[in-house]
Every structure is written in C-alpha cells, then in structure tokens.
C-alpha cells in the first residue's frame, strides 16, 4: 500500500540554524499540506500546495517558512532561522481528489 | 473564533466494551469530517470520515455520527481492543480548500 515517507524522522538544531523537512507524497496525489503538532497538543494546519504554488497557509506560516516541490517526488519545509517554540512534530500529507488526506509518520524537530 | 473540540480530553474502557468519542464544531461552513487515530510516535491515520449530507457512517467496527442540528460528531468503537488505545482526532475541512482543522484529541486506554 503506498504511503507518504518524510526523512528525517528526529532533527536537532541549534537555535538560528536552518533546517529542512523533507517528504515523498503518495506518487498520484496533487494536494500537498504540512501540518506540525507540538508535544501533547492538536495537530495544527501550516501550508497547503497545489499546482506547483501555495494555495493556503496559517498564520504560524510566517516568513520564516518556505516550501518547496524541487522535483517529481520530494516536497519539503525549510525553517530559515530555527526558534525554540519551532520544536514540534511536523507532519506531511497528501490527497489525490478528496478530504481523505494520508499523513506520513512525522519529523521531530528539537531546536535547542 | 471558530474551532473544532473534544468533549472529553481521556476516555477509559474495558476491552470488549463499546466506546464512544464526541466532538463539538462551530464552522458552519464545514461540509466534511474525518476522525483520525495516532497512536504514540506515529502519524494520524485515517479512520473513518462522512460528508455533511449524510447523518451517519459505517465501516469496520466504526460508526460516525453527524448532527448537524447542534454541530456534534461522535465516533463509536464496537468491541474496543487493546490495539484501540491511542489518542483520536476528529478534524473537519471544507470540499473547497482541503484544509483541515483539528480537535485537541480524546486519549482512550483500553483496560484488559
């Protein structure tokens, strides 16, 4: 069964530090979304990317955040200059047609 | 502002028994809601979902429910086994956007 991968699974930083989140969404999908989940807390909305540009983003979703579909395959998150509060699970997820978004497994990223 | 929320933060049920999860929303303007499941160090992972012109849904030993009357969604578990134990989302979104909108999450431990 396919299924979204993302790499790495655990990032440590130094505050200031960029970092870069990457993921391989299911091959046929066309909507593209990253989610990030700080401990204990809700999954929370980032950015969505549809046709090769962003089609929504949250307010977390500031300057300091880009995204990217460098090729067929990888989509990624850039953090310019990583903050402490960034230390979160980051989530990736993609969807063909429809609501049913697949999520991958999670990048932890700890900004120290 | 408007949000997606959860009843009840934990829910503890004896394996075999029935559990439910309740879910209250306040966007009018959402047409659609999934509950995801996440267990610990993982993703959320698609349970079940149902649109907004439909007041019920069944699939493997889950049932939603939908009342748009008072902006509620449960999730009903038959026969909860220990595999059941994980933290449960439900997340609403609009056909329009894709985007979703989490719940702060029900912990449910199935007793033995």
């Known amino acids: 069964e396919p299924e979204v991968t993302q790499t790495p699974s655990h990032q440590v930083t130094q505050m200031g530090q960029e970092v870069i989140l990457r993921c391989v969404p299911i091959?046929?999908?066309?909507?593209f979304y990253w989610y990030r989940q700080i401990l204990g807390q809700k999954v929370e909305f980032l950015v969505s990317f549809y046709n090769n540009e962003i089609s929504e983003k949250s307010e977390i979703f500031d300057d300091q955040f880009s995204v990217e579909r460098p090729d067929g395959s990888n989509f990624t998150l850039k953090i310019r200059s990583t903050k402490l509060e960034d230390s979160a699970m980051y989530f990736c997820?993609?969807?063909?047609?429809?609501?049913?978004?697949?999520f991958g497994p999670g990048t932890r990223l700890t900004v120290l | 502002g408007e949000s997606v929320g959860l009843h009840l933060p934990t829910l503890s049920v004896q394996e075999g028994d029935n559990s439910i999860i309740n879910c209250a929303y306040s966007?009018?303007?959402?047409?659609?809601f999934i509950w995801y499941k996440q267990e610990s160090g993982k993703g959320p992972q698609f349970i079940i979902d149902i649109r907004s012109n439909m007041d019920k849904r069944q699939g493997q030993r889950v049932t939603v429910l939908l009342n748009k009357t008072v902006k509620h969604l449960s999730l009903q578990i038959a026969a909860t086994q220990p595999g059941d134990s994980a933290v449960y989302f439900c997340a609403e979104g609009s056909t329009n956007d894709y985007k979703l909108s989490f719940g702060a999450g029900t912990t449910v431990t199935v007793r033995a």
């Open positions: 997820a993609s969807t063909r047609d429809s609501n049913e978004q697949f």
């Open positions: 966007n009018s303007a959402s047409d659609y």
């Open positions: 091959s046929n999908h066309l909507y």
